[in-house]
């Protein structure tokens, strides 16, 4: 056992898994940071221990060097723009516990995790993709996490979902009849910013018409269109 004093509150230190565990035991008492290294210590032997399926290696692993390893599987099997969002959903993590073996990353940890997220106004819904992340990373450990945030209703933070607004009468003929100057613009050399695009008129006509999203218009395929099939 180690302990030492800086200023008037003690701390300890010691090695596990060949990585020095060096924190402060939040007291100004001499006798109690050598039950809190003990204590520490138990908790990561449990850590280490407790998870039979799991192999050991990793979870002494710090998030950083495991998110690497993560993202090296993550990459060829996903699409760019998937990839890049999981890199930056990962270096947020990083930034706040990636010196943390995974071990030591427990409930207390996550809930620390998605204050300090809040305190930089990073939104909800944003915050609640990264711990996503970071379970990801943990494996079986990250199962056991989100299990006990699940149920004391702790997992995601509350977020409003954005409702999309149904156009009303007016605002549809202003929207066909802004499409059809458009449409009758093509070919004329007005101002180099307006759009003259032939499709803007058939595309709003399709949205409206068969209720569909901005991006299942921009994806709408001939083989699924079923011209003979009435409603």
């Not at 004093?5 to 003690?10: F, L, N, P, Y």
């Not at 050598?34 to 990793?58: C, I, M």
């Not at 613009?185 to 007005?190: D, F, M, Q, W």
């Amino acid at each position: 056992m180690s302990v030492f004093k800086r200023g008037e509150v003690w701390w300890y230190k010691f090695y596990f898994a060949n990585r020095l565990i060096r924190e402060s035991a939040k007291t100004s008492s001499k006798t109690l940071p050598k039950e809190a290294e003990k204590n520490r210590r138990r908790d990561l032997e449990k850590g280490y221990n407790g998870l039979a399926t799991e192999d050991r290696t990793w979870r002494v692993l710090t998030l950083s060097e495991a998110a690497e390893t993560f993202l090296a599987d993550y990459r060829p099997r996903h699409s760019p723009n998937s990839s890049s969002y999981m890199k930056y959903c990962i270096s947020h993590l990083k930034q706040h516990i990636g010196d943390r073996m995974l071990i030591e990353i427990g409930v207390d940890v996550v809930l620390a995790y998605q204050n300090a997220r809040l305190s930089e106004k990073a939104s909800p819904k944003t915050i609640n993709e990264e711990v996503a992340v970071l379970l990801q990373i943990m494996r079986e450990m990250g199962d056991l996490i989100r299990v006990k945030m699940k149920r004391d209703k702790t997992l995601k933070l509350a977020h409003q979902e954005y409702e999309g607004k149904a156009l009303m009468p007016e605002e549809i003929r202003a929207l066909y009849d802004a499409a059809r100057v458009v449409d009758a613009t093509v070919g004329e050399k007005k101002n180099l910013g307006d759009t003259r695009s032939k499709m803007v008129l058939p595309a709003i006509s399709l949205a409206v018409n068969a209720t569909l999203r901005d991006s299942e218009a921009k994806t709408i395929t001939w083989d699924r269109i079923n011209f003979l099939k009435t409603f």
